[in-house]
């Protein structure tokens, strides 16, 4: 191993960061939110919003990565990060508890709170992608992203079925309890994974990268628009951006064409979704297991061929659409989420190399600009996939066409992500042609 690397404990430690993440978001995203529908009769619209808000605030996500940056450190970002976090859960379900005696005020705070919970996620997010693409060694890092995420799944899972049976029976005050409860324990915990994390191995600082100390540090804007110069990382923004707009778009759909063509009941479809996300881990576990070596195929073809796979399963709900009850719905629908798995596991993996790739002293700055990306991605997926649906419905008439519209479109968004997957091979392999450039060497100017 090489030295300064992370073993599996320290990996785990970095889990368990993300499942403290994942417990607090599920809490606002997800409980809070019914909260609002449910016992206060408020509009869907409502949550919609803030849950939009606290991914549009994400894209302060290249300046948190930039400031991790120019620390050199970033398990002070990553506290921290959970420490807003926290505090912004912890507000909003006093917000939503205000919301019943005083609605203006309550949505006024609310969208304070969401938007800090937006920005601990961007901080804490950001920094803890970037320590394991910093310290995690190759053969690992598909792995290392299947467990990071596995453990942030574990988070959700766990926290909604405790904080469920706690919320019984419901009142504001416990509400907030339970909601301030979660938080503080994410905190807590967030400590103890990270004492003496960086300081337990070589400094976050290369051997290349300890003559640029004494360099003057460019303002976020230069540094931001460096990276952006660099065809690699902006490739890959695109690639994520695209990816992360199909792969979110059928979310919010995929549930209403089952009911709408095959009949299913709520608990029919809900039960679609297990089978959906049961793919998703098969799909991650595989990825992670191939990205042990070349011998299953490389990262970059499982990128691609992630999303290629993934379109074609789109194409078969589009069959599913005309075909009717005949089709083999459910298989198509795990096959499809096997897929996605394969594909997100593997992009994540090429993120954590890719964040090395360019000008030293730039991976918070790239990976942030990954994590804008994506989060866009997804506060635009939803609304892209309903306002499309809507608008096919209107156009076509028939619900099942016109939900067959909307799986084309998003298949043809998946072939786009697969291209530029391909073409991020080949700007890869140019970029490693040449030489990295230090800190502060200005580019030569062309004659």
């Not at 961007?122 to 394991?132: D, E, K």
């Not at 060694?137 to 706690?166: H, N, Q, S």
Request: glycine share 12%; net charge positive; aromatic share 8%.
């Amino acid at each position: 191993m090489t030295r300064g690397a992370f073993g599996w404990v320290a990996i785990a430690r970095l889990g368990l960061v993300q499942a403290c993440l994942g417990a607090v978001v599920v809490m606002t995203t997800s409980t809070l939110n019914r909260v609002m529908v449910v016992e206060l009769a408020l509009p869907a619209l409502l949550p919609g919003f803030l849950v939009a808000m606290h991914y549009l605030v994400q894209v302060a996500r290249p300046r948190m990565g930039y400031g991790s940056d120019i620390g050199r450190r970033r398990t002070p970002w990553i506290v921290g990060g959970m420490a807003v976090l926290a505090f912004g859960g912890a507000l909003a379900a006093v917000a939503i508890a205000w919301m019943g005696s005083e609605r203006s005020a309550g949505i006024a705070l609310a969208i304070v709170a969401f938007l800090l919970i937006g920005l601990g996620v961007s901080a804490c997010g950001t920094s803890l992608l970037v320590l394991l693409a910093k310290r995690v060694e190759a053969p690992r890092r598909a792995a290392a992203a299947t467990t990071v995420w596995l453990m942030m799944i574990v988070g959700f899972a766990v926290t909604a079925g405790v904080a469920g049976r706690l919320l019984d029976p419901y009142s504001p005050a416990r509400l907030i309890a339970v909601t301030a409860g979660v938080s503080v324990l994410a905190v807590l915990l967030t400590l103890v994974a990270t004492w003496r994390l960086e300081g337990a191995a070589a400094p976050d600082v290369e051997p290349a990268e300890a003559t640029e100390r004494g360099a003057p540090k460019p303002a976020f804007r230069e540094a931001l628009a460096q990276v952006w110069a660099e065809p690699v990382a902006r490739h890959f923004t695109l690639f994520v951006f695209i990816s992360m707009l199909a792969y979110s778009a059928q979310d919010l759909i995929l549930e209403p064409f089952a009911g709408s063509v095959f009949g299913f009941t709520p608990g029919q479809s809900t039960g679609l979704s297990g089978v959906q996300h049961a793919g998703v881990l098969v799909g991650m576990l595989a990825a992670a297991f191939a990205g042990r070596g070349t011998r299953f195929g490389s990262l970059r073809t499982w990128q691609i061929g992630g999303c290629l796979v993934s379109a074609l399963m789109l194409l078969g709900l589009v069959a599913a659409g005309v075909v009717g009850p005949a089709w083999p719905f459910r298989a198509n629908v795990f096959a499809l989420g096997v897929a996605n798995g394969a594909f997100s596991i593997a992009a994540i993996a090429s993120m954590m190399r890719l964040a090395g790739e360019g000008r030293h002293a730039r991976e918070g700055t790239r990976m942030g600009l990954w994590g804008a990306a994506q989060a866009v991605a997804f506060g635009l997926g939803g609304l892209v996939g309903t306002a499309a649906s809507d608008l096919a419905r209107w156009l076509i008439g028939t619900p099942a066409h016109a939900y067959a519209a909307v799986f084309a479109f998003e298949a043809l968004l998946f072939v786009a992500a697969a291209a530029l997957a391909a073409q991020l091979g080949r700007s890869v392999a140019v970029a490693s042609s040449a030489p990295r450039r230090p800190e502060g060497q200005p580019a030569l100017q062309a004659r």
